[in-house]
């Protein structure tokens, strides 16, 4: 059994956004399994998902990055600029530079591609409701490769505890691989995260993939 999200008596109030059913009900069923959630609303239409986020005010919405009316990334730059307490994460199949690019510059708390395994949807709402950001290992890794091939590499080594956690999080592991390299607990990575990106003064997952690349942990192949 999962442990709940949100151990305190209220729920994690969450809005649901996809123009697909079937993976609208996947999701569904999902935080329905996660415990500690409740579902305020769902929908298919970007537009009214952000009247939806304006009248229920969840404390996340999961939004599709593709819907009619109005994009996932619409809703996010119009929610930041408008109801700021609410957080985005965005989901989506995409996982190139443009859209991950445009999803950070709008703000969102979180970019969960479909096929992600169910422990990241609980990763990113704990990361949403502490105000921290989450990005699928897959979508870091990308943004390795496309920083790496732009960019290139400099040097400016860091102690080898912080080098060994910063470059499986840049070379894309998710919390769990990183568990299992380490022999720690999720909990314990997810702290080790956290005070790297304090002492680092880099708070996003981006940041940490950009300093990675330029102080050569990691390198473009």
Do not use: C, W
Request: no cysteine.
């Amino acid at each position: 059994m999962h442990e709940p999200v949100r151990k305190q008596d209220k729920p994690i109030r969450v809005l649901l956004a996809d123009d697909h059913k079937l993976v609208r009900a996947g999701f569904r069923a999902m935080l329905n399994s996660l415990g500690g959630i409740e579902i305020v609303g769902e929908t298919g239409d970007g537009r009214e998902a952000l009247e939806l986020i304006h009248q229920h005010r969840p404390d996340v919405a999961l939004v599709d990055i593709t819907m009619p009316s109005l994009t996932g990334i619409e809703v996010a730059t119009r929610v930041a600029a408008e109801v700021p307490s609410v957080r985005i994460i965005i989901l989506s199949a995409h996982t190139s530079e443009d859209y991950i690019a445009r999803a950070v510059r709008a703000g969102v708390s979180g970019y969960l591609l479909k096929n992600a395994d169910p422990v990241e949807l609980e990763l990113a709402l704990r990361a949403a409701i502490n105000r921290e950001m989450y990005l699928s290992p897959s979508v870091s890794a990308q943004l390795v490769q496309d920083y790496a091939r732009r960019i290139g590499q400099a040097s400016d080594p860091l102690t080898a505890r912080q080098r060994e956690i910063l470059q499986l999080i840049a070379e894309g592991k998710s919390t769990k691989d990183i568990a299992v390299v380490l022999n720690l607990s999720i909990k314990t990575v997810e702290t080790h995260r956290k005070e790297l990106m304090t002492r680092l003064g880099i708070h996003d997952v981006p940041g940490l993939v950009r300093y990675a690349i330029r102080t050569g942990i990691i390198r473009a192949e």
